[in-house]
C-alpha cells in the first residue's frame, strides 16, 4: 500500500512513530513560519506540520505550492500537539513531515468541499464524483452499506436464500410504465426491466426455496418527483407455509433488528392498524404516528344548527393541536390559507380556541352556543390551550386535506422528530380501487394478491369490498415496505384477472407461465418488499432519497454528470431492427 | 406458520413428539395395507407412514389419491422406524399420519423432480420451476448464495464498502456492444445497460471511497455460447493507494478465504506467471496448471536433418504425455484426428515412444537417428512409459494447437480432476493487441488500464511490446477475474485513447466526465472483476455457467419460461418516440 495508516487512525499511542498517511488536502494555515494541512480520507482527517529551519527545504517549498484537494503521499513522525483538537478523533497528534511527494495536483473545485458546502444542486450532481467527497453524502453510503449488511445478516439467519431474478424480462401492460430493451437476436421483440421481480419470486415458492430474498433493482419508466428514481433498490422477500401472522413476525424482526444494530434504538412492537382505521383517524394509509392528534368526526354534534357548511358536509372532522391556543389571526390565516391550496382543495377552516378559564371561543360562535361549544371540547378531551381545527366535505377530500393539516401542525409543533421513530402495520387493505377514468377495477397492490376468504362472497355484489391480505409497514408517515399473501390456486387467479378486465386471451400471453405453475403443486405464500432507498433516507433523517444513492438521475432522467441519456449510431439502430420516429 | 418442523430437521430424539410438516410428494408406495410417502421440502426428505385400520379411514382415502408433486400438510406422530435409512438425516424415524390437508393437487410433471430426470433441456427450461426442484439444482443456487455471503464477509471484514452503480447509463461504443433502452423522457435518446461499472468504481475512488465492491449484474449484447448469457454477474472491486502488488494480495486472499470457507480447501500461495510464459510453456494466457506438462521447444534439436515440416516451421513444440507410450495405433490416430480439426488447424502430429528399455520410437525415425531421439527425450525429460506429442508450425498458431492438444490428454489422463484447484496469476499482459482486420490497436483490457511506466518509451517505436499493470486470475484453465492498475492521469488517458484510434472529440463525448474528474485530484487506483456465474460453476465442478443462474436464457437469448423478449404496443413504441424498421 502507498500508507501505513490511514487519515483517521494516529492516537497519542503512535507518537515516535515513523508513517506514511496518503490523501487529499482539505485545509492549509501558513503562519509565522509553520504551515500546517489537514490531510482528509475515508477514515477521517490528520494534521501535517511543517516548520521552517527544520522540514527539509525542498519539502517546505513543495508544500507551500500545494492547493486545495492535491493528492499527496507523505512520510513523516507522529507528534503530540501542543493544542489539541478534541473534535477530531486523531486531534491529540500531527505528523512532523519528512517527505512529500504530490500524487496528482488537482485543479480549483467548482464548489467548497466541506460538510456545508456552496455549490448549487446542479453543480453538485455535474460533478457528483466531487460531492461524494464531503462527509455527509459518503456517511449516507456508508449507512446504506451498514444497513445492507444487516439486512442480509437478519435473512441469512433465518434461512432465506439470497436468488438472483433476471434484469432482462417481459413487458407486462399491468403496473406502472416498463423500460423495454430492442433484442438484437428477435427482430421487434423487447425485453423489459422489471418493476419488481414479483413473478419470479412467486415461482422461486413454487419451486420449493421456502424463504428467498434478494436486494434487487426496479425500474419505473414514471414521471419522477424529488422521491422518485427511474431505478430504485427494493429489499425483496418471500416465504412459503406462511399465514400473514407469519410474514408480519418476521419482518417486524426486521425492521427492530435494523434499528437495534443500525441506529442503537430498540422499537416495541408494532401495532397494527386496519386501512379503515387509518382513513376515519389519519386520513391516510400511511400515518404519521409519532403523534396522536386522531381525528375527531362531529357530524352527531354539529348538524341542524344553521350552519349551511357543515349541514350541507357529507363529514365533518377535526383535530386537537395541543397548546395552539394561542395563535394569533395571522397564524390562523396561513393555516386557512393552507387548507385552500388547490392540491389540498379544503374551501375553509373552522377553528375554536379553548381559553384559561375552559370557555371556547370559535370561528362559528354565530352558529353554535357555548354548550355546543363545550361538547365539541368533550369529543377532543381538550383542555385550556387546545387548538381545534375542524374541515368540512366529502368524506375521502376532507380527510385527505385533514391528514394535511395534521402533519403541518404536527411540524409546527415540532412532533415530527427526525430521531423518533414510529413504525407500524397497515392491514386489511382493499383489494380492488375503482378507476373513475378507465371505468373499471385496478389491483391496489397488486393482481397476484389474495383477497380475504370470508370476503370472496362479495365478489359479484360488491367487488370494491372485498379485502385482501396485503400489508404496509408505515414509519413516520413513509410507506417503507408491503406486501400480501399470494394467490396460489389457477382458478382464483383467472377470476382476479376477469375482475381486473383482462381478456382471457391476455390472462394467457403474459401471465399463462405463472398459472401453469400453479397447478403442478404450488404452496401457500406470501411476501414483503421494502423501497431500500427510502428507508435509507428515513434511517438517516432525510426526505430526499437522492442523497443515498451514489450516482442519482435528475428529475429528467438524466444522468447529468456523464451525459446520459443520448443518442445512439444508426448502425447501433440498424442492428436493433428500430428507427427513430421523426 | 403452517408447519412446526421441516422435511429435515426430525431425528430420533423426536419420537414422541406430535408434529406438522408441509411439503410435495415426492414418492409413494401402497404395498399390504401399509402406504408410505416420502415428503420433500428444501430442507429434505421425511417418511409419512399410513396402515390400515389405524390411520383414520378417511385420511387414508385421501392418501391413497394423493399422487407425485401434491402440496400437502400432515400432522401425526414421530415414530422409530423398522427398518431404518442410513442414507436419510431423516432416516431413522417417520410420520404417523393422524390428518392430512392437500394444500393443492399438481398435475403429472413433464418430466421426473429426481436427481437424474428425463427432462431434455428445452423441456426444463420451459419448466423451469419444476426443474428447480430437484436437488441438484436447488444445491448449485445454495452454492451460489453461500458464495455470495463469503464473498461480502472478506470485502467487508477489510473496510470495503458496497455502493451499488446505476443500470441506466450512456453507451460508448468501446468494448462489446451494448444493450439500450430508449427514453421516453427525452426523444430520440437512449441509456445503455452497463457491460461493466468500470468509470463509476474509477469515481468512487476519486471520491475517496477508497476500496470499494458491488456483486453486480452486467449486460453484454453477444451472441451467445453455452457459458455466456446476456445478462451475467460480477464481483466488482476497486481500491485506491495502491500498487498491483496489493491487489493480487488482497485477492489472492479473497479466493483463498472462498476455498476455506466454502470448499473447506486450503490453498497455497499463488503462483505468478507472466504472459509470455503462459503463452511459451502452455500455450494460452489461461494456462490449466492442475498438471503440468510444460511445452518443450525443439527449434535447435530438430532443424536441418532433412525433415522440411519441421526445417520449414517457426516453431517445434512438443510434450510429454507421461505413461502414454502404451496408446495404440488407433488411439495415435485420433490425436492426429483432433489436432486437425479446423478449429484447431494442426497439419499434422509428430509423436514418440519411450520404450521400456530406454529406446525411442518416433513417427519420424525415417529422418531422425536414435541418438537425435535421445536428445529429444532428454528435453523431454522422458522416462519409459513416455509418449511425446509435438506439432510444428507458425508460433501462435502451434501454440494455441498444442495447448488444446495438452488439454486433451489432461483430460485422457485423468489428470483433470474436478476436485483439484489450483489457482495462479498470469501477469504483465500485453496493453494493447492488434487488430489485423481494423488494422488499428484495440485495448486487450481496456482503455482504463495503466501501462508499465518502464514501457512507456515504447509508445511511439514498438506500441504493441508495451506491457500493462493488468492481471488475471486463472484457475484450472478457466479465467476467473481480471484486472488492473488505472491510468488516473489526464495527459495519459488522452495519449491512451489517441493510440486506439478515437479522435480528440469521441473521447471527449464518450469519456470526458472521467478524464475531467482526473483533474480534481484522483488517486492511483487498481481493481479487479471476477465473473461470479463461473465462479459458482467452478467451485460447484461444472463447465455451464447456466447450472448455477436461477433463470437463464437459451443461446437465442430467449426465457423460455415467460417467453421474452416479446412484441409491445404500437402506444409504448409512439410514447418511446422509435418504430419497427419494417
Not at 416498463?178 to 422489471?194: I, W
Not at 357555548?370 to 376532507?398: M, R, V
Not at 393482481?447 to 370476503?455: A, R
Not at 370494491?464 to 387467479?493: C, F, K, P, W
Request: net charge negative; glycine share 8%.
Amino acid at each position: 500500500m502507498l500508507r501505513t495508516h490511514t487519515c483517521g487512525e494516529l492516537r497519542l499511542e503512535n507518537v515516535g512513530k515513523e508513517v506514511t498517511l496518503a490523501g487529499w488536502v482539505q485545509r492549509l494555515r501558513d503562519k509565522g513560519g509553520m504551515l500546517w494541512i489537514d490531510l482528509r480520507d475515508r477514515y477521517g482527517l490528520t494534521q501535517l506540520s511543517f516548520e521552517e529551519g527544520i522540514t527539509p527545504a525542498d519539502v517546505l517549498v513543495q508544500a507551500r505550492s500545494l492547493g486545495r484537494e492535491f493528492v499527496l503521499r507523505v512520510t513523516g513522525n507522529v507528534i503530540e500537539r501542543e493544542s489539541k483538537n478534541d473534535k477530531m478523533p486523531t486531534g491529540e497528534v500531527e505528523i512532523k513531515v519528512t517527505n512529500l511527494e504530490i500524487l496528482n495536483p488537482a485543479k480549483l473545485p467548482p464548489f467548497m468541499i466541506e460538510d456545508d458546502t456552496d455549490g448549487g444542486d446542479d453543480l453538485r450532481m455535474k460533478y457528483r464524483y466531487l460531492d461524494l467527497r464531503r462527509a455527509p453524502v459518503r456517511r449516507n453510503l456508508e449507512l446504506r452499506h451498514r444497513m445492507m449488511r444487516e439486512t442480509r445478516n437478519y435473512l441469512d439467519n433465518l434461512s432465506f436464500i439470497e436468488v438472483e431474478t433476471p434484469v432482462l424480462i417481459k413487458s407486462t401492460p399491468e403496473g406502472a410504465r416498463d423500460f423495454v430493451v430492442p433484442s438484437r437476436m428477435n427482430p421487434g421483440e423487447f425485453y423489459a426491466l422489471p418493476q419488481s421481480p414479483q413473478t419470479f419470486k412467486q415461482l422461486l415458492m413454487v419451486s420449493g426455496f421456502d424463504k428467498y430474498y434478494q436486494i434487487v433493482k426496479c425500474f419505473r419508466d414514471e414521471d419522477l418527483r424529488a422521491d422518485r428514481q427511474p431505478e430504485f433498490t427494493q429489499i425483496d422477500c418471500e416465504m412459503a407455509f406462511v399465514t400473514q401472522e407469519d410474514i408480519l413476525n418476521t419482518f417486524e424482526g426486521f425492521i427492530r433488528h435494523l434499528f437495534e444494530k443500525v441506529k442503537g434504538v430498540t422499537i416495541d412492537q408494532l401495532p397494527r392498524m386496519t386501512y379503515a382505521d387509518a382513513a376515519r383517524y389519519y386520513g391516510s394509509d400511511k400515518p404519521d404516528t409519532r403523534f396522536e392528534m386522531r381525528f375527531v368526526e362531529l357530524n352527531a354534534l354539529v348538524k341542524d344548527k344553521g350552519f349551511k357548511v357543515f349541514d350541507d358536509a357529507e363529514l365533518v372532522v377535526g383535530i386537537n393541536a395541543k397548546g395552539a391556543a394561542s395563535y394569533t389571526r395571522k397564524q390562523l390565516d396561513e393555516l386557512t390559507d393552507f387548507v385552500r391550496r388547490p392540491q389540498i382543495g379544503a374551501t375553509g377552516l373552522v377553528y375554536a380556541r379553548v381559553n384559561e378559564d375552559g370557555s371556547i371561543k370559535s370561528s362559528v360562535d354565530k352558529f353554535y352556543s357555548s354548550e355546543d361549544l363545550q361538547e365539541w371540547g368533550k369529543a377532543f378531551n381538550a383542555e385550556p390551550g387546545d387548538l381545534l381545527l375542524i374541515l368540512a366535505g366529502g368524506t375521502d377530500k376532507t380527510r385527505k386535506a385533514l391528514n394535511e393539516l395534521r402533519l403541518e401542525m404536527g411540524e409546527r409543533l415540532g412532533l415530527r422528530d427526525k430521531n423518533t421513530f414510529s413504525p407500524l402495520w397497515v392491514v386489511d387493505f382493499p383489494l380492488l380501487e375503482w378507476d373513475e377514468e378507465a371505468q373499471r377495477y385496478h389491483a391496489m397492490h397488486h393482481p397476484f394478491t389474495s383477497p380475504k376468504p370470508e370476503d370472496l362472497e362479495l365478489v359479484d355484489s360488491r367487488p370494491g369490498d372485498i379485502r385482501a391480505n396485503a400489508y404496509d409497514m408505515v414509519i413516520n408517515g413513509v410507506e417503507v415496505g408491503g406486501g400480501s399473501i399470494r394467490i396460489h390456486d389457477r382458478t382464483l387467479q383467472e377470476q382476479m384477472f376477469t375482475l381486473l378486465g383482462f381478456s382471457k386471451e391476455e390472462a394467457e400471453n403474459q401471465f399463462g407461465f405463472l398459472m401453469n405453475a400453479f397447478e403442478y403443486g404450488a404452496p401457500p405464500h406470501g411476501g414483503i418488499a421494502f423501497g431500500f432507498d427510502r428507508l435509507c433516507s428515513l434511517f438517516g433523517g432525510s426526505d430526499s432519497i437522492r442523497d443515498y444513492i451514489a450516482f442519482p438521475k435528475n428529475n429528467s432522467g438524466r444522468d447529468v454528470m456523464i451525459d446520459a441519456p443520448s443518442s445512439i449510431a444508426d448502425a447501433q439502430l440498424n442492428e436493433l431492427h428500430i428507427r427513430l420516429k421523426g
